[in-house]
């Protein structure tokens, strides 16, 4: 039987200033799922992640991480079971070297210093900084940062590993090393990885299933193919479908009788299609 590694259960959240953040969000991520929370700035997003890891407790509701109910006595085993990796990494990395920042998490674990050594090596491998050890973090650039602050929180033996808008401030180049690193993580073990993001054109590459988020509530959830095609939910949430997707949809709406089913999302699937489209029209010709 499939394990839940959170469930959220009609939760509520409400600032100090008496901001609403989150109204009635339901939602379960099963173990070893890639998930998308889906939605515009200001829906919520930071806030539900904070509620999963533990930072912050519900005004309102249920949250239960890993079989835990979110709770003063559980907090604790959440916080090493759960790895947030925060929007600005400035905000993760502040040490005087990237070395003393990947150690510190395992280190104040009591961990063996072996063991410790260990973990932060194997954390900057998978994130290819190797060399880096030595930099201060404010030297690296901004993909650097990102896959800096990723590696604090692989060192640690955490089952769920959430980002936070992965690829804010990403050139085009960090954003596909990025993408590479977070498909290795899957390959690589049974970690649960929630991503909070509003790039759609990003969530192809990295998630099976999507919860879109706007104004504090869940709109809806699914597979990536089914809610980032969905036009009408994707307009209610401000936002728009994958620019691939879109153009595939256009090409059949103004070529009938061609038709792309099911329509790419990434380039690869991109690629694929336009090759059986080059087939259909040289046979139709000849």
Same mark, same amino acid.
Request: glycine letters at 6%.
């Given at each position: 039987?499939?394990?839940?590694?959170?469930?959220?259960?009609?939760?509520?959240?409400?600032?100090?200033? &008496?901001?609403?953040?989150?109204?009635?969000?339901?939602?379960?991520?099963?173990?070893?799922?890639?998930?998308?929370?889906?939605?515009?700035?200001?829906?919520?997003?930071?806030?539900?992640?904070? #509620?999963?890891?533990?930072?912050?407790?519900?005004?309102?509701?249920?949250?239960?991480?890993?079989?835990?109910?979110?709770?003063?006595?559980?907090?604790?085993?959440?916080?090493?079971?759960?790895?947030?990796?925060?929007?600005?990494?400035?905000?993760?990395?502040?040490?005087?070297?990237?070395?003393?920042?990947?150690?510190?998490?395992?280190?104040?674990?009591? #961990?063996?210093?072996?063991?410790?050594?260990?973990?932060?090596?194997?954390?900057?491998?998978?994130?290819?900084?190797?060399?880096?050890?030595?930099?201060?973090?404010?030297?690296?650039?901004?993909?650097?940062?990102?896959?800096?602050?990723?590696?604090?929180?692989?060192?640690?033996?955490?089952?769920? #590993?959430?980002?936070?808008?992965?690829?804010?401030?990403?050139?085009?180049?960090?954003?596909?090393?990025?993408?590479? #690193?977070?498909?290795?993580?899957?390959?690589?073990?049974?970690?649960?990885?929630?991503?909070?993001?509003?790039?759609?054109?990003?969530?192809?590459?990295?998630?099976?299933?999507?919860?879109?988020?706007?104004?504090?509530?869940?709109?809806?959830?699914?597979?990536?193919?089914?809610?980032?095609?969905?036009?009408?939910?994707?307009?209610?949430?401000?936002?728009?479908?994958?620019?691939? &997707?879109?153009?595939?949809?256009?090409?059949?709406?103004?070529?009938?009788?061609?038709?792309?089913?099911?329509?790419?999302?990434?380039?690869?699937?991109?690629?694929?299609?336009?090759?059986?489209?080059?087939?259909?029209?040289?046979?139709?010709?000849?």
């Amino acid at each position: 039987m499939d394990e839940v590694a959170v469930e959220v259960k009609d939760v509520k959240y409400v600032y100090p200033d &008496g901001f609403v953040a989150l109204d009635g969000v339901s939602l379960r991520i099963m173990k070893g799922e890639r998930v998308a929370i889906l939605g515009p700035n200001g829906a919520g997003k930071s806030t539900l992640l904070m #509620l999963m890891s533990g930072l912050f407790m519900p005004s309102k509701g249920e949250v239960n991480v890993l079989g835990m109910a979110m709770e003063d006595k559980n907090l604790h085993r959440i916080r090493k079971s759960v790895g947030l990796v925060f929007q600005d990494p400035d905000d993760q990395l502040f040490c005087p070297t990237l070395w003393e920042d990947v150690v510190f998490g395992p280190s104040n674990l009591g #961990l063996p210093d072996e063991e410790v050594s260990m973990r932060a090596r194997e954390a900057l491998r998978s994130v290819k900084l190797e060399g880096c050890e030595d930099k201060p973090p404010h030297h690296l650039s901004a993909g650097e940062k990102k896959r800096a602050a990723i590696a604090t929180v692989l060192a640690m033996p955490h089952e769920i #590993l959430i980002l936070d808008e992965p690829t804010a401030n990403l050139d085009p180049k960090s954003r596909m090393e990025l993408i590479a #690193l977070v498909n290795s993580l899957r390959k690589n073990g049974n970690m649960t990885l929630i991503i909070a993001t509003h790039d759609v054109n990003f969530i192809p590459y990295i998630a099976d299933n999507v919860f879109v988020l706007d104004k504090g509530r869940i709109i809806t959830g699914g597979s990536v193919r089914d809610v980032l095609l969905n036009s009408m939910v994707m307009a209610e949430a401000n936002l728009e479908p994958p620019i691939i &997707g879109r153009l595939f949809r256009l090409i059949s709406e103004k070529n009938k009788g061609v038709t792309s089913e099911p329509i790419p999302l990434t380039l690869d699937e991109a690629s694929y299609e336009i090759d059986r489209l080059i087939r259909y029209c040289k046979s139709n010709r000849s």
